[in-house]
């Protein structure tokens, strides 16, 4: 086979080959489409995160509106201290706040910022007053529990009814 | 007495069976440094190796690219199947993605490379080897390391990469395919769960590693099989089976310690 006809293929292999590379890097993975160039960290402290992970999504009414960036414990005060990326094109009031939800009954935690009232703006490094924690099942049912044991006459009526 | 000559010779035996253990690791380690050595210097003569290129990568193309679509149609299926019982078809995307590219990628591609490339190059050395032709090359004073073997093992160390990235993108694509046409799983949905849970450093950049890794086992693998082939038509097949079982083997084993190294311990 001639020289300029192997090169040709070789040449195709290797562009066939980078353009995958690319469709896995930004279709498969949405490289640059997450990644906030221009990122605004906030601080929010809460007393437990439950599953939050990093790099989950941040979001105000349902939209992404950032990125949770890291999360670490501080000795001080035995709370978690969540760092989170903000695009830059969003601006949110000093008194906004922030909750760690899930999406669907099991799916992913992500936080959900509710923006209050005040004039003026998070700035960098801020921090996030208001907080709520994540909501941990077990503790839901235990309550749920204590209450139904404090309730004296349906406790007593289904202990009754147990043969 | 009998039973302590019998004794005596199984430790024999076994000492022979570790020395002969130690010599093979140590040859095979002297040729994998010579050979990279030689891949170095082969790359400043590109004619070689893309001549070798065509050979191991664009005669590989039309069998990765078929095998992906088929793993990725099976992967969407089998995907949908279970994950509809937990009601999550949207995780469908992911499901196929993360187990493209993280694992079925690079170690289909490589089992299919050993097959379709390495047993070409283990007769190819093998037989030019029995015609005497390396013999040869040494008497013209010719490395037949580096005008041989070297341009080999830099093909298959550069076409691995790019055939395991082709098989993962077809494979996306066949499982999108099945899942979304066929399946009717919501188009935004499976990319958005996707792109939710595939990240690039963790799971594509360690896709690609685990297939340059895998391109250098099998490579060397064919590549010192071949060399060490007897040089006889008995010998050239034996080699080239042996080529297919090990490399299989160690890829098997080398994708399992990969995988224990970069997503164990998350």
């Not at chain 1, 989170?84 to 099991?106: E, M, V």
């Not at chain 2, 210097?41 to 191991?56: E, K, N, S, T, Y």
């Not at chain 2, 793993?71 to 994950?83: E, K």
């Not at chain 2, 390396?134 to 005008?147: C, G, N, S, T």
Request: charged share 15%; proline share 3%; glycine share 12%.
């Amino acid at each position: 086979m001639d020289r300029k006809k192997t090169d040709f293929l070789v040449g195709l292999f290797v562009l066939a080959g980078s353009v995958a590379l690319v469709f896995l890097a930004f279709r498969v993975a949405n490289l640059g489409g997450v990644e906030l160039g221009n990122a605004l960290d906030v601080r929010a402290r809460f007393d437990n995160v439950g599953g939050l992970k990093p790099r989950a999504p941040v979001k105000s009414a349902g939209v992404t509106v950032g990125r949770v960036k890291s999360i670490s414990f501080d000795d001080g005060t035995y709370q978690a201290v969540v760092m989170i990326s903000l695009d830059r094109r969003f601006q949110f009031p000093k008194d906004t706040s922030a909750k760690i939800l899930t999406s669907g009954l099991l799916g992913e935690q992500y936080i959900g910022l509710e923006p209050g009232g005040e004039a003026s703006m998070l700035v960098a490094g801020s921090t996030i007053g208001m907080t709520q924690s994540a909501v941990v099942l077990e503790n839901l049912i235990s309550q749920f529990l204590y209450s139904k044991a404090a309730e004296p006459s349906a406790a007593g009526s289904g202990k009754a009814a147990k043969p | 007495m009998n039973w302590a000559i019998r004794a005596l010779d199984a430790v024999a035996a076994l000492g022979r069976g570790f020395r002969l253990g130690v010599v093979d690791t140590g040859r095979a380690a002297r040729y994998f440094v010579r050979l990279l050595a030689a891949s170095g210097m082969a790359l400043g003569r590109p004619r070689l190796v893309i001549d070798q290129m065509h050979f191991v990568g664009n005669r590989s193309v039309a069998i990765i690219m078929v095998s992906g679509l088929f793993v990725g149609f099976v992967l969407g299926l089998q995907g949908y199947y279970t994950l509809r019982r937990y009601g999550a078809e949207q995780a469908l995307g992911v499901l196929v993605a993360l187990s493209l590219v993280r694992e079925l990628g690079p170690v289909v591609t490589a089992l299919l490379f050993a097959g379709r490339a390495g047993t070409s190059l283990t007769a190819e050395i093998g037989l030019m080897k029995a015609g005497e032709q390396l013999a040869a090359m040494e008497m013209m004073a010719v490395d037949p390391f580096q005008r041989v073997l070297a341009p080999r093992f830099a093909a298959a160390i550069l076409c691995m990469p790019l055939l395991a990235a082709l098989f993962s993108a077809v494979g996306v694509f066949g499982g999108w395919l099945v899942g979304v046409p066929m399946i009717g799983v919501d188009d935004g949905a499976f990319w958005s769960q996707m792109q939710g849970g595939v990240e690039f450093v963790d799971d594509i950049v360690n896709g690609v590693i685990k297939s340059v890794v895998f391109g250098i086992t099998v490579g060397f693998v064919a590549l010192l099989t071949g060399w060490d082939a007897v040089p006889t038509p008995e010998g050239v097949a034996r080699a080239t089976t042996k080529t297919v079982v090990v490399s299989s083997l160690a890829v098997l084993a080398l994708d399992f310690l990969l995988t224990a190294l970069m997503f164990g311990t998350r």
